[in-house]
């Protein structure tokens, strides 16, 4: 066994032509030295090693398929990105770059334009009611059971509230008294009056028939028919009628100075009395006209002082202070004072939505747009219009005084609350419409980019433009309804340029 290892070493090995070219003959002694036993077991391994070495070569094999596979895809894939980007750089090569925008399609419908601003409610007929006299507040009128109230309607005429009015009766007792008395008088003035009267005529009567026997007793005595004293008689008969109806006539001068007396007397009394109603309706108040109460300041039970509403001030201070303030419903006013460029273009009757600040705070606050505010008003708010429009400026100021009256619809409208208000200056029904970002302003004029959808380009188109609405401008001329408009991204854009509508946006 150590010659045959020895054989194998490698200082021993002989090329692979040598070892052909040995005689087998002389080789097979060797072989024949091997037992049985050796051969078994040098088969034995060689059929281990054989199986092993079979399973990993299918592993192999089967692993460098896969591999192969892999590398085909990879290179087709590669093949296929390089040819498609080499088609792209052809295509850009061929075709221009184009720029993104986007688009609307122009619609028509309703331009408003509306001037926003904020302003005060106050009443334009309000009655503030007062008490003349002194005293304690007796009677408060009662609604359904309770005490009047804010907020509460009254009818003209109604009587509201009184206090202590004892000594105004008694002064209407004691004028009515003396009416009574200058009444009487003046009856039996009159009566003397008519005696008087009655005592001339029976004068001049009498005058009349002594004057006549005169004539005929002279007449007589002339004749020699009767004597001087006969005629004398009549002669003084005559003279004491006329004295008779000097006394007449001056009784009935006394008579109607009498009367004239009693009928001043009269009109004092009478007078006395209006006075004296006039304090007892000092205590009192009663409603002038159908309203609704805006402010009570009094209860039952108080004393009541004049020197509460004598204090100067304003008719606001005043009105704060006053016992009871009535205003009409229909009479509710808006005072609010717009920029004189505004006020150019509100005339009296446009429309106008009124909404208290206090109901729109919340959505104020939230961000809300003029629209949103606009909607809430238009839903939640009060509908007048507009009364008058001042044609000068407020003093020490460039305002412009704007009030807002005849209310078709009142929603919670309080006198001295702060509102909102919007005004619509004008309108343009059936209009072309495009937002505000759409156009070009230069000197020369506007301009909007209108794509011609057949080749992609623009045309730069110089429009005309009208109201300036909450939603866009007006479009008097120089587009047409269906035609799309570039809205974003008009800044880069000449006439002419190649664009790509990436969104055609809704109509407004």
Do not use: C, H
């Not at 007449?248 to 006394?254: F, Y």
């Not at 106008?352 to 809430?376: F, K, P």
């Not at 970002?437 to 004029?445: A, C, V, Y």
């Amino acid at each position: 066994m150590k010659a045959d290892k020895s054989s194998f070493s490698p200082s021993n090995s002989q090329p692979d032509s040598d070892l052909n070219r040995q005689d087998p003959e002389a080789q097979q002694p060797e072989a024949n030295q091997i037992d049985s036993s050796d051969k078994s077991d040098s088969k034995a391994s060689v059929s281990r090693f054989g199986s092993r070495f079979s399973s990993k070569s299918a592993w192999s094999i089967a692993l460098l398929v896969m591999v192969a596979a892999l590398a085909l895809v990879g290179l087709r894939a590669f093949q296929s990105v390089r040819s498609s980007a080499s088609i792209d750089a052809e295509e850009e090569a061929v075709s221009p770059a184009r720029l993104r925008v986007r688009a609307m399609r122009a619609q028509t419908g309703l331009a408003q334009q509306w001037v926003f601003d904020e302003g005060v409610v106050t009443a334009a007929r309000r009655r503030v009611l007062n008490f003349e006299a002194e005293g304690d507040i007796e009677f408060i009128a009662k609604v359904d059971g309770r005490d009047l109230r804010e907020g509460d309607a009254v009818s003209q005429g109604q009587l509201l509230a009184t206090i202590d009015d004892r000594k105004q009766n008694v002064d209407i007792d004691t004028a009515a008294a003396d009416v009574e008395v200058s009444v009487r008088e003046q009856d039996q003035a009159l009566a003397s009056l008519l005696q008087a009267e009655a005592d001339l005529d029976k004068a001049r009567s009498d005058l009349r028939f002594d004057e006549s026997e005169l004539v005929r007793y002279q007449e007589l005595f002339e004749q020699g028919a009767v004597s001087e004293s006969q005629r004398d008689v009549y002669l003084n008969a005559a003279e004491q009628a006329r004295a008779d109806l000097r006394v007449a006539e001056q009784g009935v001068r006394v008579a109607e100075d009498d009367v004239r007396s009693a009928e001043a007397a009269v009109g004092a009394s009478q007078a006395r009395l209006l006075r004296a109603n006039v304090d007892l309706e000092d205590t009192q108040l009663v409603s002038p006209i159908d309203g609704v109460v805006a402010y009570i300041n009094i209860r039952e039970g108080e004393y009541w002082d004049t020197q509460i509403t004598n204090t100067s001030g304003t008719l606001d201070d005043l009105t704060e202070r006053a016992p009871i303030v009535v205003i009409e419903p229909q009479s509710f006013e808006v005072e609010l004072e717009l920029q004189a460029d505004e006020a150019r273009d509100i005339r009296s009757g446009q429309q106008a939505y009124v909404v208290l600040a206090d109901d729109v705070s919340e959505a104020e606050a939230a961000g809300a747009t003029n629209r949103n505010l606009l909607n809430i008003a238009q839903a939640e708010g009060s509908q007048g219009q507009v009364f008058s429009v001042s044609p000068t400026q407020t003093p020490g100021g460039r305002g412009v005084e704007v009030r807002i009256r005849n209310f078709q619809l009142i929603r919670n409208l309080q006198i001295g609350g702060r509102v909102y208000v919007w005004i619509e200056a004008s309108s343009s029904p059936d209009t072309v419409i495009l937002p505000l970002g759409s156009l070009q302003p230069t000197e020369s004029g506007t301009y909007a980019f209108v794509v011609d959808e057949s080749t992609g380009a623009v045309e730069r188109r110089q429009v005309e433009v009208g109201i300036e609405a909450l939603e866009g401008i007006e479009i008097l001329s120089g587009i047409e309804p269906g035609e799309l408009v570039v809205t974003e991204g008009i800044n880069r854009l000449v006439d002419g340029t190649l664009v790509e509508v990436i969104s055609e946006e809704a109509s407004l």
